[in-house]
């Protein structure tokens, strides 16, 4: 592999293909093959709570270094091998598609902007990434719903007349 990036930033589409490509495997292949890869992203999502703050440490989690080398490090390699996060925008990401490269070790960082505002409002952090969530504004920008809850944004990234 020639490209190995630390990080990619991508619309939701390129890895809704990664994930098709996985679960299309996946079901060429065996059962326990498919056992194995979800029981490696249940642990490694809740691993991933655990370190957000939002869940309790588990027995299980004590697997991970064996269940990242069976299962994660190997989709983790087709990408490069070296990505530290990705980041996704454009679109929203299914809760699914998101749970999964979590749970593999690979941090998915969610964000939202429009090219108006060069192009970031709000996106995630490392430290407090949640995948439902588009997270904060970036600093710098001040965010308020409006009349008719119009979404203003105000910043120096916000393009002149907007």
């Known amino acids: 592999m020639t490209i190995r990036p630390t990080l990619l930033i991508s619309v ?24 194995l890869f979800n029981f490696a992203v249940d642990v490694g999502y809740s691993r991933f709570e655990c370190q957000q703050g939002r869940g309790s440490w588990r027995l299980s989690h004590c697997l991970w270094p064996l269940l990242e080398k069976l299962v994660a490090s190997k989709v ?19 809760a699914e598609v998101s749970r999964i490269f979590i749970g593999l070790g690979l941090p998915i960082l969610q964000g939202y902007g429009m090219t108006e505002s060069s192009p970031v409002v709000c996106a995630n952090r490392i ?13 710098g920008v001040e965010v308020k719903l409006g009349e008719d809850n119009a979404l203003l944004i105000r910043g120096p990234n916000v393009m002149l007349g907007y």
């Open 127 to 139: 430290k407090d990434n949640v995948p439902a969530s588009v997270g904060l504004p970036i600093p």
């Open 76 to 94: 983790i390699n087709k990408l490069g091998g070296r990505l530290r996060f990705v980041m996704s925008g454009g679109a929203a990401l299914s």
């Open 12 to 35: 939701p589409r390129i890895y809704e293909r990664v994930y098709a490509g996985i679960r299309a495997k996946l079901a060429d292949g065996p059962a326990f093959s498919r056992w």
